[in-house]
Each structure stands twice: as C-alpha cells, then as structure tokens.
C-alpha cells in the first residue's frame, strides 16, 4: 500500500537559491494573480457546464450575465425584447428595495454558512423606504392597470412572481409575461429612455 505525498499542495513560482519561493513584491503579486486567474477560470469552468447542461446554451452565451436568469435567457434567445429585459431588472429591483422598506423575511435560496446574520439594509433612512414603497406601489398600480384592460383574463402577477421574482422557469406563462414586461416599461419609460440613447 503506498501513501500519497503529506504535506500541503507543491506551489509553483520563482524560487531563490535557497529553495523557498521567492519574496520579491513582484514575484508575490504574480504568483497569487496566477492563483486567483487559476481559481477563476475554475470556477467560471464549472458555471458553464452547468448552464450548458441544464439550459442547453452554447459555450460561449454560458459566460453571459443573461444566461443566469430565466428572463435574461428569454432576452438572449429573442422571446422577450431588450426593453422588456430591461424592465424586468428595474422591477426585481424595485422589489428588493421594497421588501428592505417593510423588513421582510428573505426569501428561499442558497444558504451561506460564513455570511453575517442579522437585517440588512438601512431601516432609519425613512425617506428612503417611503421612496421605495411609493415606487413599487406605482409599479403594481401600471400592472394592474393593464389587467383591469384584459378584463380579469390575464395571469400579469404570476407570471412576473413566478419568473421575474422567483426566477422559475415557466414557459407557460411568457405571453403574460411579456404584457406585464410591457406595461412596466410603458411605466418605467424605457423604450423613451432607448430612443434617446
């Protein structure tokens, strides 16, 4: 039975005479650049193949910001335009700030064993949190708005919860989707804001 090698991993770099590795500022910066490149590329590698294993998406679209979320792979492919993508954005964000405002639970995710617990956000900054309340209130107000035009028979809100807000992938619901996506641009003037770009 052979044992491996004890120790920690070999680094590799430019050594001095004596063995160690070098100690030299330049050495030092370009070994652990080399190192955190290495890990990067690592772990960028493992991102790809999963957003190419389970979505099916090329190579090179994996490496786009887009491809994380459902909405943004409904942008890449065309299903939704980019002012639609764009609104998308501003709405989650908008939700994000709102639910800081009304201190709500977090919702269900990934769990970070090392992050700090307790609140985030900053719950003094009281013109802050009404700002943001007045935003979303104004958001689901244009949202409901388009749903009182399609008389009831829309599903506006759960298609913007389930695939905006909770990012699941429900390909049922994209034609509601895109309506409640316009009604939030036509909100957040962001075909206007493109034009003039």
Same mark, same amino acid.
């Given at each position: 039975m052979t044992m491996g090698k004890r120790g920690p991993k070999a680094q590799y770099g430019t050594r001095e005479t004596n063995g160690r590795l070098s100690r030299k500022k330049n050495d030092v910066t370009k070994r652990l650049t080399g190192q955190l490149?290495?890990?990067?590329?690592?772990?960028?590698?493992? *991102?790809?193949?999963?957003?190419?294993?389970?979505h099916g998406l090329k190579p090179e679209d994996c490496r786009d910001v887009r491809a994380g979320s459902f909405v943004g792979r409904l942008a890449m492919t065309g299903e939704i335009t980019p002012q639609q993508y764009e609104a998308a954005k501003v709405y989650l964000e908008q939700y994000h700030e709102m639910a800081i405002a009304v201190r709500s639970p977090r919702q269900p995710g990934a769990i970070d064993l090392n992050a700090t617990k307790g609140g985030s956000g900053d719950y003094e900054n009281v013109p802050k949190n009404v700002a943001a309340l007045s935003? !979303?209130?104004a958001a689901t107000a244009?949202?409901?708005?388009?749903?009182?035009?399609?008389?009831?028979?829309?599903?506006?809100y759960a298609a913007l919860q389930y695939c905006v807000l909770?990012?699941?992938?429900l390909h049922h619901l994209i *034609? !509601?989707?895109?309506?409640?996506?316009?009604?939030?641009?036509?909100?957040?003037?962001?075909?206007?804001?493109?034009?003039?770009?």
């Open positions: 490149d290495q890990d990067e590329r690592e772990m960028l590698r493992t *991102g790809v193949e999963a957003r190419n294993k389970m935003a !979303w209130r244009a949202i409901q708005d388009r749903q009182n035009q399609l008389k009831g028979s829309g599903a506006l909770e990012d699941q992938e *034609g !509601w989707l895109r309506e409640g996506l316009n009604a939030l641009a036509r909100h957040y003037r962001i075909g206007d804001k493109m034009k003039a770009a």
